[in-house]
């Protein structure tokens, strides 16, 4: 009986003593893949300090002054809009917008009304700076 009790004792610590190796292993396993990770983590932080960041570069568009601005057409459609609205004849809106384009482009292309509608934008444009940096 008491060698039945030494071999149970036994084989008990050898089972004990494999789900110490496993444990350690898998616990040295998950260290590793720890490691990896943050060393991963290091390289790529690495990377991306050592590779520097384009400027951006300030590309300024030049404005084909023969198209009239968009703000402007809307200006005339608008205006074509409510023109149609008052008169006794009834156009489609598809229509009226198509005429309000076409309109839009021959009074930009005027060179007279353009140089009076820049010169508007651009008093209203020092207006409004003057009104946002005045100097008190």
Same mark, same amino acid.
């Given at each position: ?26 616990? *040295?396993?998950? +260290? ?8 991963? $983590?290091?390289?790529? !932080?690495? %990377?991306? /300090? #050592? @590779? ?24 005339? *459609?608008?205006? +074509? ?8 004849? $009834?156009?489609?809106? !598809?229509? %009226?917008? /198509? #005429? @309000? ?36």
């Amino acid at each position: 009986m008491e060698t039945e009790v030494a071999e149970k004792q036994k084989e008990i610590e050898a089972k004990e003593a494999a789900i110490a190796a496993k444990k350690q292993a898998r616990a *040295e396993k998950r +260290k590793m893949k720890k490691d990896e990770v943050e060393i991963e $983590k290091a390289v790529d !932080k690495a %990377v991306e /300090e #050592e @590779a520097p960041k384009p400027k951006k570069v300030k590309r300024i568009l030049k404005r084909d002054e023969s198209v009239p601005p968009v703000w402007f057409e809307k200006f005339v *459609e608008s205006a +074509k809009l409510e023109e149609s609205k008052i008169t006794a004849d $009834k156009k489609p809106a !598809k229509q %009226v917008k /198509e #005429e @309000a384009k076409a309109t839009a482009q021959a009074q930009w292309s005027d060179g007279y009304t353009r140089d009076r509608v820049n010169q508007q934008v651009d008093n209203h444009m020092s207006k409004l700076y003057g009104m946002i940096f005045a100097r008190k």
